[in-house]
């Protein structure tokens, strides 16, 4: 009877062993949190005083064994980052300079604004069944230099600049006449609304089948707002076609040949 008890005893101490350390690998434990969270205090005293940060609780990362804090200013609605640290309280790396100096918050913060315009046209009475739609400011990974950070944009004067829509809607029929009469029809629909783009994505596929295998589609990128008028628009969607089946077409043939390479 002792042996079994003994027996039953050890069972139980390694499960609760094995729970424990499925708990430490899914969620960290408290002891490397509270480590990390005095780590992260002192960092930002030692590195960031002038800032005035808020920082929230240590969070554990599963997917890379991290833990991570986020600061945010108290009076800079774009100096907001995160910081990294090994359960022991060892920074790994802070985001700072890519986020804040290097102004992506700042268009963030203004493509967020922009994407939620462009929902007013797209989420009200939109005749078009579409599968992707969203309104982005151009520019996220050149020209962010131009952007101060907590600077209030114009967002319609910005979506007037930069700003591209990208639709995906479905119909049955796929040529250069359909693109052209879509162009027309959401161009008069966002300028009713008084929402400026730049440019459009738009792309037509075929209706999803149970599958999804064979879709076919036919689009133009880049076309600009400027250019959605009713002469000559369908040869400019014919060009802009042909020009963009050739971009893909070509960037193909660099795929193919940068595995060939890699073999």
């Known amino acids: ?14 499960l609760i062993g ?23 205090r002192n960092y930002v005293k030692e590195n960031y005083s002038e800032l005035n940060l808020e920082l929230d609780k240590a969070q554990f990362n599963f997917k890379d064994a991290r833990y991570h804090v986020h600061a945010r200013s108290k009076t800079s609605i774009d ?33 967020t604004a922009y994407r939620d315009l462009v929902d007013t046209v797209l989420e009200h009475d939109f005749p078009y069944e579409s599968e992707i739609d969203y309104g982005e400011i151009l520019d ?45 029809e959401i161009k008069g629909l966002f300028d009713q609304r008084q929402v400026p783009f730049y440019s459009i994505n738009l792309v ?30 369908q040869e400019r969607v014919n060009e802009n076609i042909y020009k963009t089946k050739k971009y893909y077409e070509e960037m193909d043939r660099e795929k ?8």
């Open 1 to 14: 009877m002792k042996l079994k008890k003994i027996i039953a005893g050890l069972m139980a101490f390694i």
């Open 79 to 111: 100096t907001h980052f995160s910081m990294s640290f090994t359960g022991r309280g060892k920074l790994v790396y802070d985001d700072y300079e890519d986020r804040v100096l290097g102004k992506f918050n700042t268009w963030e913060r203004v493509n």
């Open 140 to 184: 996220k990974h050149k020209g962010l230099h131009e952007f101060e950070v907590d600077k209030e944009y114009d967002i319609k004067e910005m979506g007037r600049e930069k700003g591209n829509v990208v639709l995906y809607i479905t119909s049955d029929i796929l040529d250069a006449e359909t693109l052209t009469k879509a162009l027309l």
């Open 256 to 263: 193919e040949a940068e595995i060939i390479n890699n073999i």
């Open 18 to 40: 094995a729970i424990l350390l499925f708990a430490n690998a899914l969620m960290g434990n408290p002891i490397s949190k509270t480590i990390v969270n005095r780590s992260a």
């Open 204 to 233: 037509i596929r075929t209706p999803r089948s149970e599958n999804n295998i064979g879709r076919e589609s036919i689009e133009v990128q880049g076309f600009l707002y400027r250019d959605i008028y009713e002469e000559g628009l």
